[in-house]
């Protein structure tokens, strides 16, 4: 188990550092001379030296690379250009609105997608198998960008039952909070759910097909029993890491849903400093998209190690 | 030649020429049975013909802005209505197919180019060059799909062929690490083998033996990312980082669209309508493929 770990994590140490040198390589791509932009349009040969002086820019490329590494290690991630606020300070106030309207599109999406999958594959070959079917291939097709305006168009505009638009702290106040994230963590979740349903469906019906299943009817126990103490469990496996996957999926769903509905979290903040041409926090956010990625999937790993203990004992033969 | 073989060129010649109505057979039996996929990839080859045949199809100027007719609700002159700026709202979803379509098949041919001839040197010589590969693979994965193509948008400037490329490049690592997956799984196979004793060189085990044998799972791959892509495309455009206005695409018109909600609702209606009936019809035509040509692999 502990090799399995260290060599996971050696994986990720190793990833992370060639996403580290991507972000850094891509930022400097990008056309433009960033003294001026820091600068702006009015400033003078001299101004321009002066920022070029002081954020080490005039250094070899390799050194630069390395004292942003240096400084990204100890949480600086530079400054906004634009605001002058430091990029770890604008994401910590931009994340928490994110990871709960992740959370929250997690929580509808299992909640469909697990009951359903599993009915589906109990009741295989019926109705129900081929409306979840349908249902999930239509998550899967429809885009989530249009599925959010359809329900502004529907839920908003037409019945007036849900602001269309807008964003209030969880903490000020909670309901209000929960109902301007209905939709667009519905739109967030169907995405996800249309996937996991599948995935469900597929693993809960191979094991449904396992021995040990087929000893559990035949040492009589009640089909709800074989189902619920016996199939589910094993069946989850394969659906974590489809989730830790989906993570990616996740976060650039939340990229649109949150340009559609006007929430202030980290996918809009992704977008604005595009726009803005705000590179620190372009770089900023974009490495710790990649980091949480990574980390999430390693993570997602030694969980499905704990689930599976057949995967640790590979592990620790060195053969994984 | 031998008379003997003569005649095993004559007996197989009959069997040649049927070949291709046999899989046509096939295939139709499969549809078939599939009914669903069937409609699916009918639906494909539709759309198909709507962006080939869009200035047919579409008599209006998807561009041209008639001031009188603002925001005006379908009628038979305007079966989708008009939009902001007096335009044929279904000229342009018309239009709008040949964009998404455009983007859609490129970037995938693009990954693909970029991604099976990377995946296939580093599955079949393994060692520490499929080691740099791969590490360099998980790096390029742990990006977001559209996280990378809005970066590489930003470094490259907004524009379609732009969006096609950004799409693309996001898409290749999922070829590098099928293809890759396949020809390791490949290479051990009995006929590689052999036809490496029978002094193979590299290139024409990897080109006649390996490849060839990858190349459905390769295809049905494709199948499920030409959807992916299409959305991605609009995605790009919906946010103004893909096609520029005022060309057609059913993302920017969805942009748009947005702004008009309660005035002009069907604005929104047709461009997303077309993207999700262009993507549930490939992923429809696609588990047919999948049944078709794969049926062990999944």
Known sequence: MFDFLVQRAAISVVTLSVISMIVFTGVRMIPGDPARVMAGTEADAAGLEEIREKYGLKDPIPFQYLRWVGLALRGDLGESIRTRESVVKVVATKLPITIELAFLSLLIAVGIAIPAGVLAAVRRNTVWDILTSGASLCGVSVPNFWLGIMLILFFSVRLGWLPASGFVPLWENPLDNLRRMLMPSFVLGTALAAVLMRQTRNSMIEVMSADYIRTAYSKGLAGRVVVFRHAIRNSLIPVVTILGLQMGALMSGAVVTEQIFVVPGFGRLIVESVFTRDYPLVQGVVLITASAYVLINLLVDVSYSLLDPRIRVKGSAGDA | ?298
């Open chain 2, 1 to 298: 030649m031998t008379p003997d073989t003569t005649a095993t060129a004559d007996a197989l010649a009959p069997a040649r020429a049927t070949a291709p109505a046999g899989r046509l057979r096939r295939a139709w039996r499969q549809a078939r049975h599939r009914p669903a996929s069937a409609v699916g990839a009918a639906v494909v080859l539709l759309f198909v013909a709507v962006a080939i045949g869009a200035p047919w199809v579409a008599s209006v100027d998807p561009l041209h802005a008639d001031w009188q007719k603002i925001r005006k609700a379908p009628t038979l002159a305007h079966p989708f209505g008009t939009d902001d700026l007096g335009r044929d709202t279904f000229s342009r979803v018309v239009w709008g197919t040949r964009i998404s379509m455009q983007a859609g098949v490129f970037s995938i041919l693009l990954a693909i180019a970029v991604g099976v001839p990377i995946g296939l040197v580093a599955g079949y010589y393994r060692g520490g060059l499929d080691q740099v590969i791969m590490r360099l693979t998980d790096a390029w994965l742990a990006f977001p799909f559209l996280i990378l193509a809005i970066g590489l948008v930003t470094i490259m400037g907004p524009s379609l062929t732009n969006a096609t490329v950004a799409i693309g490049l996001g898409a290749t690592p999922t070829f590098i690490r099928l293809t890759r997956g396949l020809v390791l799984s490949k290479s051990a196979e009995d006929y590689v083998l052999g036809a490496r004793a029978l002094g193979a060189g590299d290139l024409r085990l990897m080109s006649r033996h390996i490849l060839p044998n990858i190349v459905s799972s390769l295809l049905v791959q494709a199948t499920i990312s030409i959807p992916i892509a299409v959305i991605a495309e609009a995605v790009l455009s919906f946010l103004g980082l893909g096609v520029q206005p005022p060309a057609p695409s059913w993302g920017t018109m969805l942009n748009t669209a947005q702004q008009f909600l309660d005035t002009a609702p069907w604005m929104a209606w047709w461009p997303g309508l077309a993207i999700f009936s262009l993507t549930l019809s490939f992923n429809l035509a696609g588990d047919g493929l999948r049944d078709l040509l794969d049926p062990r692999d999944y």
